[in-house]
């Protein structure tokens, strides 16, 4: 059994970390409650965002363009959205599990990395780096969404990827977060459009189609970016908050153990002090 100091010395030491953690959850839940906020806001515009050209495309027929086919290349891009810093639980490392653990080969893949959690994962792995833009997650804007735009659709333009994806964490709520793979190029009209069977009423285009999409998806792949970076920073905070919530529980688990093993070390001392005492005194006498 442990000595009595280096029980105390143990418990000391974790309601030190408690102390931590418990801070931490604290933190985590105002931000949360901010970023819940911003992300509830513009959900109803990345949603809206999303439909709206998935059923315009619907209707537009055969439309020869560059946002609409792959340029012959068998590279991917993916833009993956973590967080600088850890203690989030399975946050990050679920992020990076859907290119990892996924259909990507390895030489296939360019990452532009949100976060440095995820940017440090895929550089560990020796995966091709073709952006960092980690200091823009901590408090993402718009104009951060439409410059990690514009860079990945030169790389497209380059020809350099057939297809870009999108990898970051969808908040549902303040307990449940789902990591969600999103292709954005080459656009695919008609998935998950909601158009009615037998609705074949034609779109018209001013300007021309070409031109209209050409303005068009660059503000569809920008907004798509910007509502995944708005619920990554708020899936992060719920995450955090969990994992905190779960470790300062843990050392008051661990605090009560340690309290009952002490005080029957400090029993047990006694007991043998008292022990010895008696043994003394029926030997004098």
């Known amino acids: 059994m442990a ?8 418990k000391g030491s974790i309601q030190s970390t408690q102390q931590i953690t418990k801070a931490m959850k604290l933190v985590s839940t105002v931000k949360l409650q901010r970023a ?5 806001q513009s959900q ?9 050209v998935q059923k315009m495309l619907a209707k537009t027929g055969n439309i020869d363009h560059p946002y609409l086919r792959s ?8 833009i993956m959205i973590t967080s600088n ?5 399975g946050y990050n490392s679920n992020v990076v599990k859907l290119i990892t653990q996924g259909d990507f080969e390895k030489d296939k893949v360019m990452v532009t990395a949100i976060g440095k959690k995820g940017k440090d994962a895929m550089v560990r792995m020796k995966y091709e780096l073709a952006g960092d833009y980690s200091d823009m997650i901590e408090e993402p804007t718009y104009q951060n969404a439409m410059d990690i735009a514009k860079e990945a659709l030169d790389i497209y333009a380059r020809q350099e990827v057939g297809e870009i994806y999108l990898a970051y964490t969808h908040f549902k709520n303040t307990v449940v977060h789902e990591p969600v793979l999103m292709k954005l190029l080459p656009v695919e009209p008609g998935i998950d459009t909601g158009v009615q069977e037998g609705d074949n009423i034609p779109m018209n285009f001013e300007p021309r189609e070409e ?11 920008t907004s798509l970016i910007y509502g995944g970076m708005v619920e990554a920073v708020a899936s992060e905070n719920g995450a955090r908050m969990q994992a905190m919530d779960s470790a300062t ?29 008696i043994a003394g005194a029926q030997a004098i006498s």
């Open 3 to 10: 000595s009595m100091r280096d029980i105390k010395r143990r």
């Open 85 to 89: 810093r850890g203690l989030a639980g």
């Open 211 to 221: 031109e209209a999409l050409a303005l068009l998806i660059p503000k569809y792949i």
């Open 44 to 52: 109803s515009y990345f949603t809206g965002m999303y439909q709206t």
């Open 36 to 40: 819940k906020q911003r992300a509830e």
């Open 249 to 277: 529980s843990n050392a008051e688990e661990m605090i009560s153990d340690l309290t009952l093993l002490y005080n029957r070390a400090r029993q047990g001392s006694i007991t043998q002090e008292l022990t010895e005492i």
């Open 71 to 78: 340029t012959g290349s068998d590279k991917k891009l993916v």
